[in-house]
């Protein structure tokens, strides 16, 4: 069967926050949902529970924790165990839950930067440290890699308590490497350090690249390393708002302490769909689906990229190896800094204009703890990505 995924889909005045929060003629390319219909196994699997008229309190059946496991082993190559297994309401409660359950207030959390937001007030409202480690941006092969010597003298340093890896990374584009994984997993053993894995961008992994994404478990596992992982098919299937996520710890305490912290938290509650719809989602016919929306979103980003290197050249564009957001490097934009100096209001000011001036919403990488940088969503229909790529484009060149 072959899936649509150009047919736009009017979402305003569906109490929608891409879209709901935009003005009207603005295209929002900034909050990470997707603007394509969910799968269709998934549809059905919804319309038959509505099918019955009473949603109370639910149990979890052995059948949700059956689709993981048969999920992560024929399309990853790791098989989790069921007793291992904790479901909450989502990727960001289950790392703060992670984080309250395997820290002491005061403790340090070291991640990556550029980072996905959440992980600083995660880290900050568990009354924790926060530790960046930098990522090296290599401007001229447009990519990041990890600074193994700084990564090691922070580990050595600092004692961090957890190390939180994002795999395939959020806002970068990277997918880490094998060399790269099996190096972070010796290093965290051998200051052990906990490694919490968010893999939630898992499934989105250029065709062209080469290679998969890798699990971190079973490399943590080779190497004597601590880990524990958090995930969710929310991301990949357009979800997000049936609430649901999974963590794996194979450390009976460590277990017991994050799902003390769930509670404690009161995320301890799944709805009434959203176990039915990962058990619809992690089949054959959503695997299919889902295969044919990455190779659709990874044609729009060729297009886009080749859009963007050739109308602004001097702007690097970090290689997108997975998740669906493009990373661009504005720091070059002369009109955009308005405070010489500041890099900071080069990627707000950035942002602002092509907001204000050409009604398209992007992110500055402020918020991500790097100025100079604008996130761009590019899970939408071509059709769509074609008219913010102009305004885009069209707004940069005026603070060229």
């Given at each position: 069967m072959t899936y649509d995924f150009d047919t736009i889909i009017d979402r305003r005045a569906t109490d929608c926050v891409k879209w709901d929060e935009a003005a009207p003629g603005e295209l929002p390319l900034w909050v990470a949902d997707m603007d394509f219909a969910t799968a269709p196994c998934i549809v059905d699997a919804l319309r038959r529970r509505l099918d019955h008229p009473v949603f109370g309190y639910n149990l979890i059946p052995e059948t949700f924790y059956d689709a993981i496991i048969r999920w992560n082993a024929t399309r990853h190559g790791w098989t989790p165990l069921r007793h291992h297994m904790l479901y909450t309401s989502g990727v960001v409660p289950a790392l703060s839950a992670i984080i309250r359950g395997l820290t002491t207030s005061g403790d340090a959390v070291l991640f990556m930067t550029p980072a996905y937001n959440c992980f600083f007030s995660s880290v900050r409202n568990n009354g924790c440290r926060e530790l960046h480690l930098p990522l090296t941006w290599d401007a001229a092969a447009e990519r990041y890699a990890v600074d193994f010597d700084l990564f090691e003298t922070m580990l050595r340093g600092e004692r961090p308590r957890l190390f939180v890896l994002c795999n395939p990374h959020n806002p970068t584009g990277r997918v880490w490497t094998l060399a790269e994984l099996q190096h972070i997993a010796s290093l965290c053993a051998r200051y052990g350090v906990i490694v919490v894995a968010d893999e939630i961008h898992c499934e989105f992994v250029d065709p062209q690249l080469g290679r998969r994404y890798l699990p971190f478990a079973p490399i943590a596992d080779s190497a004597g390393c601590q880990w524990v992982v958090a995930n969710a098919p929310n991301k990949a299937f357009n979800?997000?708002?049936?609430?649901?996520?999974?963590?794996?710890?194979?450390?009976?305490?460590?277990?017991?302490?994050?799902?003390?912290?769930?509670?404690?938290?009161?995320?301890?509650?799944?709805?009434?769909?959203?176990?039915?719809?990962?058990?619809?989602?992690?089949?054959?016919?959503?695997?299919?689906?889902?295969?044919?929306?990455?190779?659709?979103?990874?044609?729009?980003?060729?297009?886009?990229?080749?859009?963007?290197?050739?109308?602004?050249?001097?702007?690097?564009?970090?290689?997108?190896?997975g998740t669906y957001l493009a990373w661009l490097d504005v720091s070059a934009l002369r009109g955009a800094n308005t405070n010489p100096g500041s890099m900071a209001s080069v990627s707000q000011a950035a942002s602002e204009h092509l907001r204000r001036h050409h009604a398209v919403w992007v992110n500055p990488g402020d918020m991500y703890g790097q100025p100079g940088f604008l996130r761009i969503n590019l899970a939408t229909p071509h059709q769509l990505l074609s008219q913010a790529t102009t305004r885009i484009v069209r707004g940069l060149q005026e603070l060229a």
């Open positions: 979800i997000a708002g049936l609430m649901t996520a999974y963590i794996v710890c194979p450390d009976n305490q460590q277990r017991t302490a994050i799902d003390r912290a769930i509670n404690i938290n009161e995320v301890c509650d799944i709805n009434s769909f959203s176990f039915v719809a990962l058990q619809a989602a992690y089949t054959p016919e959503g695997e299919e689906w889902l295969r044919q929306l990455v190779g659709y979103i990874f044609d729009g980003y060729r297009t886009f990229r080749a859009t963007m290197k050739q109308a602004l050249p001097n702007l690097p564009l970090a290689h997108l190896e």
